[in-house]
C-alpha cells in the first residue's frame, strides 16, 4: 500500500501543477522515484490513477468533529477553504474534480461524496432543531456542494484560494438565514477563528 500511496501522491503533484492532459506517466513515475511496472500493478491508467487522487483528495484532512450539525458544516467548508492553500492532494482532487476536459466530463464521485458527508451534518443539525422547517437536507447538501464549487473556482481564477476563507464566510452570510432556524442562527459563528 505505501507504492499505491506514493503513486497518489506524487501523480497529485503533477495534476496539480498541470492538470490531467498535462500530466505525464513519466513524469509521475520520476516524481514517484518508482518504476512502471509499479504503477500498472495499482492502476491500469492514467485515468485510474487520476481517479484515485479524485476520491481520495480528503484523506488526509484533519476536519473539524466537534460539535455537530451546522456549526460543523459551517466549520468543515472553513477548515475545506484553508486546506485548499496549501493541501496538494485535495487541491489536485478539486482541479481533476472540476475540469471538464478530463474525468469531470463523466464522474461526479467526488461532488456525490462531499455532498453525502454534508448530508449527514444536516441530518443532525434537524435533530438538533437547527434547520428551519422547509429545508431538505439532501438538496441542501448538493446546493452547498455546488455553491463552494463555484466559490473556490472563482477564488482560484481570482486570487490563487488566498481570499477562499474570506469567500466562504461571505457564501454562508448568504446561505445560513435560508436555511438555519431562528434559534440556531443566534449561536452559529462563521468566522474563520
Known sequence: ?????????????????????????????????LTSGAMYF??????????????????DLR?????????????????LAVELQSNTLLRAGVRLAVDQS????????????????????LVVARERGELRESVDEREFAQVLVVAFTGTQLKSQISAGWSDLPERVVSLWRYLLPGVASAEALEHIRIDRA
Open 1 to 33: 500500500m505505501k507504492t499505491r500511496a506514493t503513486l497518489i501522491r506524487a501523480a497529485a503533484e503533477v495534476f496539480d501543477q498541470v492538470g490531467y492532459h498535462g500530466a505525464g506517466i513519466n513524469r509521475i513515475l520520476s516524481n514517484a522515484g
Open 42 to 59: 495499482h492502476f491500469k491508467s492514467k485515468e485510474d490513477l487520476a481517479r484515485a487522487v479524485m476520491l481520495e483528495q480528503a484523506s
Open 63 to 79: 476536519l473539524p468533529e466537534e460539535p455537530l450539525g451546522l456549526q460543523q458544516l459551517v466549520d468543515v467548508t472553513l477548515t
Open 102 to 121: 478530463g474525468l469531470a466530463q463523466s464522474d461526479d464521485s467526488a461532488y456525490d461524496w462531499w455532498a453525502e458527508r454534508f448530508h449527514g451534518e
